[in-house]
């Protein structure tokens, strides 16, 4: 079993930039691949990032490319999200995902359903 808790979101106007960080406990986190969803008010979850369980692979969406950056630290059992020129677009819960995966260090999931385990989320609200 592992929890996952996100923090690090907030208010902040458009053109800001907000760091979300996702601690892992329960298990050892470098055998478990990561990800970031966000959810806005009557939408659907959504994929923003995800990153392999070695750091090598990262995936973004579309809507976040050039702008968000993922990261993790398996020492300290963290995934990062950093988040630069913040659109009002980008106001949502955000969620931080893991599964673990016995394949390829390398594999970074984009979809829910890939995912076990989820935090609680961490709302992200941007002003125009």
């Known amino acids: 079993q592992v929890q996952l808790k996100e923090s690090g979101g907030g208010l902040v106007q458009a053109g800001g930039s907000l760091r979300l960080s996702c601690v892992a406990s329960g298990r050892i986190f470098s055998s478990y691949y990561s990800g970031w969803f966000r959810q806005a008010p009557g939408k659907e979850r959504e994929f923003v990032s995800a990153?392999?369980?070695?750091?090598?692979?990262?995936a973004y969406a579309d809507s976040v490319k050039g702008r968000f950056t993922i990261s993790r630290d398996n020492a300290e059992n963290t995934v990062y999200l950093q988040m630069n020129s913040l659109k009002p677009e980008d106001t949502a819960v955000y969620y931080c995902?893991?599964?673990?995966?016995?394949?390829?260090?390398?594999?970074?999931?984009?979809?829910?359903?890939?995912?076990?385990?989820w935090g609680q989320g961490t709302q992200v609200t941007v002003s125009s």
């Open positions: 990153i392999s369980s070695n750091g090598g692979n990262t």
């Open positions: 995902a893991a599964r673990y995966y016995g394949g390829s260090r390398y594999y970074a999931a984009q979809q829910p359903y890939e995912y076990d385990y």
